[in-house]
Each structure stands twice: as C-alpha cells, then as structure tokens.
C-alpha cells in the first residue's frame, strides 16, 4: 500500500484533535488503490462498541457458510438483560427476534441487549477465531457487553454511574485499558472494514437457505448503514450524495466510530478514529465532531492524492 505523501494532512488531523481536547488515533485507507493516511494507525485501543462489527461480521460469515441461521428467532423475556440507554435493555416487554434482527439493533442503537444475545449465540471464541483468519490478530474480543459493564460497576465503586465523572474513578477503570478489554488497532479497524466492503468476509460461501456470499456480503453493508447517529463521523461528511455507514464506541472519555464513506464518483474509503478526552465530562460535542473533521481531513488528503497518481 502507498501512503499519502503529505504530511500536512496529518498534522491538521492532529490539530483537530488537540483544538477539541482529546488524543487520537486515525487510519483511513482507500478501499480499491491502498493509498492510506496514519496518525497512530497501529496503537492498541479499547473498542468499546465498535467491536461489534467484529461480532456481526463474525455472524455474517458464520451464515455465509452455513453454520447459523440468521433468521432463528430469540425469545427475550422481559428483564434481566444487559443494561443499555437504547433497544432491548430499555423495553418492557418479552419480544422474540431473528438472529439478523438482532444485529440491526445492535448497530443501529448501539443495543448492548441485541449484542449480547448474538454474543451467546456466536461465541467470543468463534468471533476471535474469525478475526484471525482475516488476519487481524491484535483485534481480540475479552468480554460481552454484560461483563464489560459489570467490570465497570466494579471499578466505579459504591458511588455506582454517578462516580464515573471522578477522575479518580475513571482511571479505575480497567474497560479503558486495552491490554484488560475488548481491542483492535486503527489499521485492523480500518481493514475489517475494506475486507466487508471488498466482499472478502463471505467470499465464495453458500448459506443454509442457499444464498450467495456475497448476498450476505450485501445485506451486512446495508446493517452498517443502519447506525442512527450522526454526530461524530457523519458529522465531517454533510452531503446527500456521500453515503456513511460506521458504528461508534463510547465509554468514560472514550469517543470512537469506525465507518466507510462512499462517494458518487466510486471513491470509498474505510476510516477508523479512535479518541480519549481530557475531560470526564458526558456531554462533550467538540469531542464528538473532532472524529468527523478528522476523518474529513484523511478522505480529503486521500481523494487528492488520487488525483495527483
């Protein structure tokens, strides 16, 4: 791969991290030339939610190859379920659900319920497993969304949620420690992402119902471009013609999302920001847009770069 030869793009991306009060890290990649831009690319980080494209696509493949079925249906009693401001954890109600209904919540609401049922029904292992053979080895799921919630009750101590705006809480945390929790690198992200949107991941497998690889290939694109929210990424790229499919990650400080950006022309590009704040603040939309300027600054050093070849 050809790296973008101009170091001004990256020194503005490091600039639009700093002005917004947060480190980061950034891989974007061109998905059909190679030519990326870095800044840490290849930094260990905590994934928080964004691991859960490694559990959809780890379903997807899973289907593509005839060892599950994505319209198995769940039933979901009412309570107990992990916990989550969105989805399944904030309903009522009993429900029963298809596998691949599963994962729509999952990434469209960020539901750590819907993510936690596919967990039970792929399995931390078979997901790790499948992040090897795409070879992306330093991308390692260490806990569901229960445990890593629990872990953080634990850290946070008897002040419980509200503790977690204490500085001396959060460092407490063990969820914000990639060598202790679910992590991956930019550059994994980044290429987990290029490998779904090159038809790598369910490449040449037939399903249980019949269905084409690349059928399943599709229908996993179109879930990434399910996600609701559109304040980091989304956020660089305010255009009706630029399609942006990602998914975030947060948690104490954490700000993430990792997402494909896809422009009228062709041009598609996988980008993967990664961000820790100063602050402990819950509510930090500079921080937030900080991941859309960045990664607006990456596409655009990229997209000139295929200019000037």
């Not at 050809?2 to 991306?13: C, F, L, M, Q, S």
């Amino acid at each position: 791969m050809t790296a973008v030869p101009t170091p001004a793009a990256r020194t503005r991306i490091v600039e639009a991290f700093a002005d917004a009060g947060v480190t980061g890290q950034l891989y974007a990649a061109d998905i059909d030339s190679g030519t990326r831009i870095a800044v840490g690319g290849d930094a260990d980080v905590s994934t928080a939610s964004v691991h859960k494209v490694c559990l959809v696509a780890t379903l997807y493949r899973e289907a593509a190859a005839g060892r599950i079925d994505l319209r198995r249906q769940t039933e979901i009693p009412a309570g107990a379920r992990s916990a989550g401001p969105t989805g399944l954890g904030v309903m009522r109600d009993a429900a029963r659900l298809s596998l691949r209904d599963l994962a729509s919540l999952a990434v469209a609401v960020s539901d750590n319920a819907a993510a936690d049922l596919l967990w039970d029904a792929v399995g931390r292992d078979t997901v790790n497993r499948t992040m090897g053979e795409l070879g992306l080895r330093r991308t390692v799921a260490v806990q569901t969304m229960r445990e890593l919630y629990a872990s953080m009750a634990e850290d946070a101590g008897a002040g419980g949620a509200a503790a977690l705006v204490d500085p001396a809480a959060v460092s407490r945390l063990r969820v914000l420690d990639p060598a202790r929790t679910n992590r991956s690198t930019p550059r994994e992200m980044a290429a987990l992402l290029a490998a779904i949107w090159r038809d790598e991941v369910c490449e040449g497998a037939r399903g249980a119902e019949g269905e084409e690889g690349e059928e399943y290939g599709a229908e996993l694109r179109a879930l990434l471009g399910l996600q609701a929210w559109s304040h980091r990424l989304a956020s660089g790229f305010p255009f009706d013609d630029v399609r942006v499919s990602g998914k975030t990650g947060t948690l104490p400080t954490l700000r993430h999302e990792v997402g494909v950006v896809e422009y009228p022309d062709g041009g598609r590009y996988a980008v993967a920001v990664f961000t820790r704040a100063a602050s402990t603040a819950v509510t930090l939309p500079a921080a937030d847009a900080a991941i859309g300027r960045a990664a607006r600054i990456a596409v655009d050093a990229l997209r000139a770069s295929a200019l000037r070849a």
